[in-house]
Every structure is written in C-alpha cells, then in structure tokens.
C-alpha cells in the first residue's frame, strides 16, 4: 500500500484557530503499510497573504519540525501541507490536504481598548450568583469578509450573534489558575454577522471562576460576573470594526435563576417571554441596566493548549421504574458525565426537579457519597407547549435520576428525557480487547472515568462538592490516559498552572491539586502527588516525544525535586513532613484513607529515588550532560541510603507488604549483593540474589493474600510491573482477574460501569461505604490499564514519541486472545495475538517512519521490526 500523510497538526492542538504559538511546529502523521519505509527529507509549503513559500529539508524527523516561515503576527492566518520523501528506492507521499492555522491575539494591546465588563447592579457578593445576560447592537457596512470572535469570562460563558449560538464549546473557557493564566477562546463567525444590524448576546454563569469551590468558600478568583470580548469584522468593501466590551453593552437577568457546579441548575421558562430575542438586532432593552468595567483579569491572557469541553455523545434511558419508596427513577446504564436534555410539556409552573446519584442504595437513590453537593436541577414550565432544556452551567456525575414532579402530558420516555455525555474534546487513541469479557468490561469502565474526569482538567471525581485537579491521582493515572486519548496539549496547559502555583511563594512545592483552592494556599507538597511535576513530563516525553514542551516543563521538575522537597540529614524525606502515603490501602479504615499498611515515609523516599533517576533520564534527553551526571549521582547515594533506611540482609523490606515489595523491584532499589554501585548493575537490576529473593517474598504476599489487591495509589501503578519484572506476569494474571474484593473486577461483577475510588466503595451486600469519600467515578486505581495495554494488548513505546514500538505480549490468565490498537504520533500501531493448536500468533501492523523491537513470549530475544505488516509464530 503506497504510503500518504494521515494528518498534519500544529503543536499539540486539534484545532488550529487562535493559537499561542507565532511559529508553530508541525508533525504529521503516516497511513499505509509499505514495508521498512523510512523518510529520508520531506517538502514543506507555506501560504500566508496569497504568496506560498516552499522548504525542502533532508530529515527523517516528522514530529515537531520547526516553522520554516517568518513568524505569524497576531490574527494571523496561514495553511501548510507536507510532502515526505522515502528513502533510496522508496517512494514519496502525496502531498498532504492544506491544513489551516490562525494565531490568536498575540499581545495584550491586541485587544483594542476591550475591558472585562459586569452588570451595574447590586447583588450579594456571598450568595449563589445569578447568570447574566450581556448584549450589544453593531453595524456592518458592507458583506462580510471574514469575522472572528474573541473571548473570555469572569465566570462561564455562552455566546450568541443574531441568535445563533457561537461555536459548540461548552463550560467555557474551563478551569485555570486565573490569576496566572486565564484563557480565551477564538472563533470563525463570519457567516453569523450580516450586512446592516447585529447583534451580540452572551450569558456568563458563576462556574468556577466565583462559585461555590471545595468544601468551603466562593469568590476565590473574583466576585463579580465579567465578560471581555473582541469582535474583529472586515467587510468587503476592506473596512475593519472592531466591537470591544466596553460601557455600551447592556446587561440583565433572565430565566437561569442560578447554575452551580455543585449545586445544579434551576431555570424559570415562564421568564423566557421577557427576554425573547435579547441575542438578536432590534429588541428592547429599555429595561435592561447598563455595565461598568472590571480591573484587567489578573492572569495572562491566553490560548488554550487543549481542546475544549464539549458535548460528546447521547445515552439512552434504559428503564423507567419506581424506587422502593414510590419516586421516579431512571437508569441510563452507564455511569457518566454531563446533564439531561429534556423534550417536555406540561401546565405553567408545573416544577419538576432533578436529583442525580451514581448508584442505587436499598432501591433509593444514593445520595450520600455527594456529601454538600446537591446536584439538583429545577425546570419550571412555561406552560406554552412543547419545550427542551438543558442545563447551561453545571454538570453532574450519574446514572441514575429521580424526577419528581414530572407531567402526565408527557410520556417519560427515551423522546423525553436522554442523557448528553460531557467532557473534553481529546482524540481517543487507545482500544484493547481480550477474549475474556470482564476484563473487556473493566478497560471500558476505565475508559468512561478517563472522559468523566478530563473535563478542562483531569479531576479526581465528577459528582461530589470536589471535582479537583488532584495531582496524586494524574500522576498515577498519566500514562494510560496518555494511551487512550491524546493528551498532550491537555497535559500542557495544566502543567503551566503547576509551574505558577509552584513559583507563587518561591516555595517551589507542588500543590496537592491544580488549580489550588483556595488560591492562596500553601500546600506543604507530598511525595507521588507533587511527584507529578517529574512523572508528568517524562510520561509525555514517552508518548509524544516532544523535546520543545519537556525543556519547558523540566525547570518545574528539577525546582520540586532540588529545591520543594524537604529533606533530612541524609538526603530522604524528612520524617516529619506531611505524606498521603498509600493512600487508600484497601486495608486503611474507612474514615482513614491514609491509614496504609506501609509506612508514609518508605513510599516517599522510593518516589523520591525515581524521581531523581527520572530527572537523569530527562537531561539526558535534552544533551545536558552536567545535570544527568549529576542527577545520576544523587540517584546512586540516595540508593544506598534508601537501603540503610529501609532493607536489611539485602532483601527484606521494613514492612512486608505488596506495596514496599512492588516499588523496591520496581524502581530498583535493592542493594547489589557485591556492593557493586548501581552503573555496574545489569540492565533489570540488583544483582543476584537480593532480587530473586525480594521477588519471592513479593510473590508469597501475594499469594499469602489470595491473589487479592493489597496496594492503594501509590503501590498500584508498580505491581504489575514488579511482577513482571521478576518473571512473575502469572501472578499478576491471578490478581488482575480475581472477583473478590478487593480486585479490579470486583467492581465489574457488582454492576460497576466506571473505576471506583475505592476498592470497597459497594461492599458486596450492595450498600455503599460507609467512608465520607467514596467516588464510584475516579481514574486512579484504573492505573493498571498501563499494564494491560503493554503486556496483553502488546504494545508501549519503546522509545519517546513512539519511534520504536516496544511488542511484548506475555499471554496469561487463560486469555487466548489480544489485541490494542494505538494512534501513535507516526500513525496507526495494531497488535493482534491468538493461541492455538499450532502456537502462539501475532499479527502487528507498523506505521511508515516508525519501527517495532518485537519479543515473543518464549523468545530470549528481541527483532527489530521496520513499517509494515508483520506476522509471527512460535510453539506454545
């Protein structure tokens, strides 16, 4: 199959309109599966203002090439296509489809003269905040040409020209460390503005800019509703306007009564009549208040690095029925993200009100684990005929509703009531499968908690009075979210709101979760969760190889690790500093999530040992010969001091649990039996006997515990490994597929349809723990995904950005059959295995420029594999 370009993309955006970068690099994608095809040069062209530029450049390299052209200015717009070369008796690519890319407002004076603006109104600063409607009338004098929208909120926004909605972004512009980065959003809406009269409507809702946040508190980044705009038009006639927000626009309220994060949505229809037509030319707004402007937003003005937040998909009402107390109940099967669509009507003022709940409890809704969050929402009905809502603030975590109050006009089924499924717009780029169905089902549930939680941030749940960008739970979870999705402008732009909350007080420590709430705290840091500001990096270094974004994220890295983190006398952790530990040990109590079974100070100090090896590996990445060197030494000597704390005889491990056995095999920290310094070890390790023996020990605890969980967050992410590594994938086998609690598939067989946050969160008599943070939606423990993929599914990057494909299935578990599928910056990477009466098969499919190191599972070697199809066999 001839070789073609897939897709050519823009620094890490799906979307190149109103980007940050005035030189964007490029990379491109591969399709075809011609055999050990290799770039050799590729062709660029450059179009911008009519004239097109053309560089030729003999590389193989295909990601992240530099813009060969001048630098974009503001609002500037181009389009580039790509032509790859192969090498001596290969061929060339097509040219790849011109792809279109637009900076947004590159400076600050570019906002000609607009000023966040709010309504000249009263209100209390210390009370839920009722949604805004902002508009304005403008004139165009001729066609138009071409018209972009830019645009931002103190709040949330919702944006309308003559009536139609601006865009399909919702929960816009998402969550940030407002007061260092606050982003903006930009938008084609030239066909929305005509010649003559217009007009702009935008609705700005309190969100988490000044809503209720955490378990206290509102107005952390503000307490007044804002919206800054900039309209730019260029007619036809070549005249340019521009509509700023400024003391013209009008402002009022309307029937969003309130909308809370937390709390829901309560929207009066009967107030509809008041406002009709407020988002288009010609209505009157004589009773509307005027505004007043608002001092500049505190942080810098920004693109977005990531895809937006946007509505995804539809579910289906699976069953109407009655609770054991009479209510209404509906299930949607799957535990999801977002809010209802209603297609309802009913008399004037008929109230029908909205509870949402993850799970059921002795047949009522379980409402508990929502602890302050009240996740309400309220329709109240104009009573004028058919009508359709939606919620346009809020968002909430369930499968199932109760509707109270409901019309007996209409019948409650799938044409009434449908759920809208919720999350960022990340590409998915990750698919396993098996031939056993409940672990089918468990990667799925993982799945649907990875779009549940990435919703602007990646958060820890999506239901109760939390929703926080909690750094222990990313860090654990980076690398299969980075699997499935693509992740990598997502990633980005949370980790500069790191790096300003690192910087806030000099401090350096990373924050338990970012953003930080309040804005003003000062988190002591914590090993694995601040730990993140050095995994993060790296595991996006693995999976996108981008040199350009791991130089921009590595002073965080090195400022946590050299100058956050307290130390004591030797180097470790201080001993007194606060840790979570393993959190969530399914051994901790309920009311004590912290309570793990190995010591806080142990996991620390393996963290911080790997860290610092991490940091190596980073310098030495970026050509920094000095630091890795440096970094290399710190790692031998803190090694030897891990082991005077912790070890004795060489092997034995101060608590003899799954956890210390895991990370101590998993992070290489048991002594050499000669004393030989850690460069003079073999590649997999301590030498000798001290790993055979930590192993065994591992491998008896394990089965000591019938193959049961013993791990919380920090052990689970390492176990599968551990047990890898020590020839032991059998075991692991055992663990990942037991039913018993507590195991992943436990969570499968009691109904679960997402991760848990913890093992025990329905204990098996079907009633909910009884702990204050029990989360039926939350990614952590979904960790063990990472495994799957590598060892099942077959497939990990061998090296950064995926240029070699590490193939090493390792059957087990009874599976007779595997297969993942990965969107790899190259190209699309297949794995397929089967076993049979004549062996072990594997089917792999390599992109064009890329390469595979393929190791069978009886195989004491690995074959490096060019593009193209492949297919093995061995006895088995």
């Excluded at 070549?238 to 029937?255: F, L």
């Excluded at 909308?259 to 209505?283: C, H, M, Q, V």
């Excluded at 975590?397 to 509707?403: A, C, D, E, S, V």
């Excluded at 059957?811 to 076993?835: D, L």
Aim: some cysteine.
């Amino acid at each position: 199959m001839a070789v073609s370009i897939a897709r050519l993309s823009f620094e890490h955006h799906r979307e190149a309109l109103g980007i940050g970068e005035s030189q964007p690099r490029i990379s491109w994608r591969f399709a075809g599966n011609a055999s050990n095809w290799e770039q050799s040069s590729y062709d660029l062209e450059v179009s911008r203002s009519g004239q097109t530029n053309s560089y030729s450049t003999n590389s193989s390299n295909s990601l992240f090439v530099p813009w060969p052209d001048k630098p974009l200015g503001s609002a500037e717009a181009a389009k580039a296509r790509v032509r790859a070369h192969g090498g001596t008796q290969q061929s060339s690519t097509p040219w790849s489809d011109w792809v279109a890319v637009e900076t947004g407002l590159l400076n600050p004076e570019d906002w000609s003269g607009s000023v966040p603006i709010a309504a000249d109104r009263d209100y209390d600063v210390n009370a839920p905040k009722q949604p805004i409607y902002f508009r304005k009338e403008f004139v165009t004098s001729d066609e138009v040409a071409s018209a972009r929208l830019y645009i931002t909120s103190l709040g949330l926004y919702e944006a309308y020209i003559n009536g139609d909605r601006v865009g399909d972004a919702v929960l816009a512009p998402g969550w940030q460390s407002f007061n260092y980065r606050h982003v903006y959003d930009t938008y084609d809406v030239t066909d929305s503005i005509k010649k003559g009269q217009n007009a702009i409507g935008v609705t700005v809702g309190e969100g988490w800019f000044l809503g209720r946040i955490a378990w206290s508190g509102r107005n952390y980044w503000g307490d007044n509703l804002g919206l800054q705009v900039l309209l730019t038009v260029t007619t036809k006639d070549g005249k340019k306007t521009a509509v700023p927000t400024d003391d013209s626009w009008a402002a009022s309220t309307g029937p969003i009564l309130s909308s809370e994060i937390y709390d829901g949505e309560t929207y009066d229809s009967r107030l509809e009549s008041a406002i009709e037509g407020w988002n288009k030319p010609s209505f009157n707004g004589s009773n509307w208040v005027g505004v007043k402007s608002l001092s500049p937003v505190k942080g810098h003005l920004m693109s977005p690095d990531g895809p937006p937040v946007r509505k995804i998909e539809e579910r289906q009402l699976e069953k109407v029925f009655k609770s054991a107390s009479g209510k209404t109940l509906v299930d949607f099967g799957q535990n999801l993200v977002g809010w209802l669509h209603l297609n309802v009507q009913g008399p004037a003022g008929t109230n029908i009100t909205i509870h949402h709940a993850e799970v059921l409890e002795k047949g009522e809704l379980a409402l508990a684990p929502l602890r302050a969050a009240k996740a309400t929402d309220t329709v109240i009905l104009h009573g004028k005929g058919p009508q359709t809502w939606e919620p346009t603030f809020t968002f909430h975590g369930f499968r199932y509703i109760q509707i109270d109050g409901w019309p007996e006009e209409t019948p409650l089924d799938g044409k009434a009531v449908k759920a809208i499924v919720v999350h960022s717009d990340i590409e998915q780029t990750g698919w396993f499968q098996c031939s056993n169905a409940l672990l089918n089902k468990f990667h799925n549930n993982v799945q649907w908690s990875t779009k549940g939680n990435f919703l602007s941030i990646s958060t820890d749940c999506p239901q109760r009075d939390e929703r926080l960008g909690w750094t222990g739970d990313a860090h654990a979870f980076g690398p299969t979210a980075n699997f499935l999705y693509n992740t990598g402008g997502f990633w980005r732009g949370w980790h500069r709101d790191m790096w300003s909350e690192m910087q806030r007080r000099g401090s350096m420590r990373v924050p338990f979760f970012v953003p930080t709430v309040p804005p003003d705290s000062d988190d002591p840091g914590a090993a694995v969760w601040s730990d993140v500001a050095v995994g993060g990096p790296w595991d996006l270094f693995r999976f996108y190889g981008d040199k350009g974004m791991l130089a921009e994220q590595l002073p965080q890295s090195k400022a946590w690790i050299d100058t956050g983190l307290p130390r004591n006398e030797v180097g470790l952790w201080k001993r007194d500093a606060f840790q979570f530990g393993d959190w969530l040990d399914p051994k901790a109590p309920p009311e004590d999530p912290g309570a793990a079974t190995t010591a806080k100070a142990l996991v620390a100090d393996a963290y911080l040992i790997r860290m610092t090896e991490l940091l190596a590996n980073m310098s030495s990445a970026l050509g920094d010969e000095a630091s890795e060197n440096s970094y290399r030494s710190k790692h031998a000597t803190l090694r030897k001091e891990f082991a005077q704390a912790w070890i004795t005889n060489g092997s034995s491990l101060a608590n003899r649990t799954q956890t210390a056995y895991a990370l101590a095999l998993h992070f290489d920290l048991l002594p050499s039996d000669d004393g030989a310094s850690p460069s003079s070890k073999t590649k997999n390790g301590a030498t000798g006997g001290n790993r055979a023996a930590a192993a065994a020990t591992l491998r008896q605890i394990v089965a000591e515990n019938d193959y049961l969980v013993g791990t919380g967050f920090a052990g689970t992410p390492a176990l599968g490994p551990a047990l890898q590594g020590a020839g032991a994938s059998e075991d692991f086998y055992s663990m990942l597929l037991q039913t018993k609690v507590p195991s992943w598939l436990y969570q499968v067989v009691m109904n679960g349809t997402t991760t848990w946050e913890r093992w025990d969160s329905m204990l098996p008599d079907g009633t909910v723990n009884t702990g204050t943070m029990t989360s039926f939606n939350h990614y952590a423990f979904g960790a063990v995904a990472d495994w799957i993929h590598a060892t099942i599914g077959g497939l990990a990057p061998a090296e950064p950005g995926w240029t070699v494909v590490a193939v090493e299935p390792i059957p087990g578990g009874g599976i007779t059959s595997a297969g993942a599928r990965f969107i790899s910056p190259y190209g699309e990477i297949t794995s397929s295995w089967w076993i049979d009466s004549a062996g072990f098969h594997l089917k792999l499919s390599v992109p064009p420029n890329a390469k595979a190191r393929v190791k069978l599972p009886r195989g004491a070697i690995s074959t490096l594999v060019g593009s193209g199809l492949h297919e093995f066999q061995e006895e088995y």
